[in-house]
């Protein structure tokens, strides 16, 4: 008599993030469901904002990508509607990013009866309201563990939000090496109208307070005043509808770079979704940050193998390997951020060299693939530990 083998059922996986806009978060999440292992896992995203431009980047997003939008900042119905779907997709863990998600997934998850709620921290060393620190609070045992992008982030949650450590797994963010690679400065530089010997600078983030421009156009002032041909070319935005007060710290930073003396050296290119063009065009970036988690600006840029100077926050003193991919600076020394940009530029050879190791460090380290294995690894650990599938 003939038998069929019958396979093994895929572990359902719900990612579910406060919305899908040009962000660090926004795009790990659509690179963890992108890649993966199809095999063993059905990956699903949520987004509880109808406001999803990094939604098109979903591979076959038609039938995997949902929508709970959230009416007013304390829509309880969010968390009905999540554990419906929580229920419809029969999910084994179901993970959150950003606040009004966390918290909505681990009421949905225990509402729902899902196997594995995890949590997430995505930043380090930011001020929690006390509203926030309140229904963290009350929601403390609503998850199993934590998935931190750096070590540094995962010991401030445990402090704040007093977690015990162990709960804690880090998986420090991944990047499309295929994506994000070398190519040619010419053509990019033809279109947006830079010299092709120029050197240039870039920064990529959006217009927040955590982004720290000041320190940039402070150095910049300096730079220029020693090669006023250098160039700086910023990405970037204010977040959607000028959350958090990014409205007004744009028009701040509008008013600072006039001050300053520096607009004509300075070229701004808003939003772009061909940032992995955009890397290309310069010789170095600039991250200049008050805090971080893991930066996805900083590892597209060595991924296109283009060097990063980088403030001594988080894990950037992991991440950016001072003076052999780039370098690390204390957070808010405009000389030194200045020296170092100088250097570089007077150095053609050791640029060259960073380059080359930048590239070669993130295949090795940051890679999706590494993303997703190590993200794997973390949800078999505790449905093993949950006595779920094995």
């Known amino acids: 008599m003939k038998t069929t083998k019958t396979l093994p ?16 978060a926004q795009r790990q999440v659509i690179e963890l469901a992108n890649n993966i292992d199809v095999d063993k896992f059905e990956i699903h995203v949520c987004s ?7 939604g098109d980047a ?32 029969q999910v084994d863990i179901v993970q959150s990013y950003l606040f009004d998600a966390e918290i ?17 921290e995505r930043n380090t060393n930011y001020s929690l309201k006390k509203i926030h620190l309140n229904v963290y609070a009350l929601t403390r045992n609503m998850f199993d563990i934590c998935i931190a992008n750096s070590q540094s982030g995962a010991d401030f949650n445990s402090r704040v939000l007093k977690q015990p450590i162990e709960k804690y797994r880090i998986v420090h963010n991944g990047v499309d090496t ?33 982004k720290n421009h000041p320190l940039l156009f402070s150095a910049a002032q300096i730079v220029l005043s020693h090669y006023p041909d250098t160039l700086f070319l910023l990405v970037g935005d204010q977040l959607f509808a000028g959350m958090h007060g990014s409205s007004d710290y744009k028009k701040d930073m509008d008013t600072l770079v006039d001050d300053l003396g520096i607009r004509k050296q300075c070229l701004f290119l808003g939003n772009r979704t061909d940032v992995e063009r955009l890397y290309n065009a310069c010789d ?5 940050s008050l805090f971080e988690g893991t930066p996805n600006v900083a590892l597209e840029s060595m991924s296109c193998g283009i ?21 690390i600076v204390p957070l808010n020394s405009k000389e030194l951020l200045a020296n170092r940009i100088i250097k570089l530029r007077e150095d053609p050879l050791l640029l060259n060299s960073m380059q080359r190791n930048a590239r070669n460090w993130i295949k090795k380290e940051f890679s999706t693939k590494r993303l997703s294995e190590k ?4 949800y078999k650990e505790i449905l093993h530990r949950k006595n779920v599938y094995y």
């Open 9 to 24: 059922k895929k572990i359902v996986v719900l990612l579910v993030i406060s919305n899908l806009e040009f962000g660090g």
């Open 307 to 327: 060097p990063v100077i980088a403030t001594d926050v988080s894990d950037n003193n992991y991440i950016i390997p001072d003076g052999k991919v780039g370098y």
């Open 104 to 120: 909505a997934v681990r009421l949905a998850g225990k509402m729902a009866g899902t196997p594995v709620i995890i949590s997430s």
């Open 375 to 378: 993200t794997e690894k973390i």
């Open 58 to 89: 979903l591979k076959t997003k038609s039938h995997r990508l949902h929508i709970i939008h959230k009416n007013y900042k304390f829509d309880v119905t969010v968390v009905w509607k999540l554990a419906k779907l929580l229920r419809k997709l």
């Open 178 to 210: 295929e994506r994000f690679r070398p190519a040619d400065k010419k053509n990019i530089r033809k279109l947006l109208g830079i010299r092709k010997n120029a050197f240039c600078v870039g920064m990529f983030g959006s217009f927040k307070e955590q």
């Open 48 to 54: 509880l904002s109808n406001y999803i431009p990094l």
């Open 284 to 288: 170095i970036t600039v991250l200049p």
